[in-house]
Nanobody, 123 residues
């Protein structure tokens, strides 16, 4: 499966952005999906995940209550609605996929990655 992330940009603290991830090549319903981010000089961190059907959502503590992950398998897309953004949310955001036979609860085993989209939150 090929993944294409989009929707990043520059926003002021307290603002909102919506990231999208478009999949091609295989049905998105075959995969659990996740969002990760990497700030300059830091390791890539898990942000959120959604299981193949959309019934199970997992969030990093740092984004709980502010970010919402969703998916539309009919359109082969996944989204991340980011509200109440903070400067520390600044990073390159990546969407990723892993086969649904694996657990959605862990932030590991993602085999497919999009190219990343930059999110910058100014203070």
């Amino acid at each position: 499966v090929q993944l294409q992330a989009s929707g990043g940009g520059l926003v002021q603290a307290g603002g909102s952005l919506r990231l999208s991830c478009a999949a091609s090549g295989r049905p998105l319903s075959s995969y659990h999906m996740g969002w990760f981010r990497q700030a300059p000089g830091k390791e890539r961190d898990f942000v959120a995940a959604i299981n193949w059907s959309g019934s199970n959502l997992v969030y990093a503590d740092s984004v709980k209550g502010r970010f919402t992950i969703s998916r539309d398998n009919a359109k082969n897309t996944m989204s991340l609605q980011m509200n109440s953004l903070k400067p520390e949310d600044t990073a390159v955001y990546y969407c990723a996929a892993k086969p649904r036979v694996l657990s959605v609860q862990t932030g590991s085993d993602y085999a497919y990655w999009g190219q990343g989209t930059q999110v910058t939150v100014s203070s």
